[in-house]
């Protein structure tokens, strides 16, 4: 059975840092494309950062320079490490698993992200 559970969300003043994590289980972590995406009130959910199996990252314009994707293999794990926050970043953040060979898709339960202004 196929579980994320994302970690790490909160509130912070503008300009700061947070780190969110994903802790995957009942998948081989290694094999799996991983995302992050956010849902702000009233918006539809959208793609932040993605990071492929071979760890090529790629990231929304908007947070670009600010926010990095990662993932530790070993710890069945991604992060998302946000710097330089702004309150336009306030959102639901949520991961994503895509798992081979038909690339079905999971989602986490999602974690606030509160940036005040």
């Known amino acids: 059975q196929v579980q994320l559970v994302e970690s790490g969300g909160g509130l912070v003043q503008a300009g700061g840092s947070l780190r969110l994590s994903c802790a995957a289980s009942?998948?081989?972590?290694?094999?799996?494309?991983m995302g992050w995406y956010r849902q702000a009130p009233g918006k539809e959910r959208g793609l932040v950062a993605s990071?492929?199996?071979?760890?090529?990252?790629t990231y929304q314009d908007s947070v670009k320079g600010r926010f990095t994707i990662s993932r530790d293999n070993a710890k069945n794990t991604l992060y998302l490490q946000m710097n330089s926050l702004k309150s336009e970043d306030t959102a639901v953040y949520f991961c994503?698993?895509?798992?081979?060979?038909?690339?079905?898709?999971?989602w986490g339960q999602g974690t606030q992200v509160t940036v005040a202004s």
């Open positions: 009942g998948v081989t972590f290694s094999l799996s494309a």
């Open positions: 994503k698993i895509r798992i081979p060979p038909n690339w079905a898709a999971y």
């Open positions: 990071i492929s199996t071979g760890g090529v990252s």
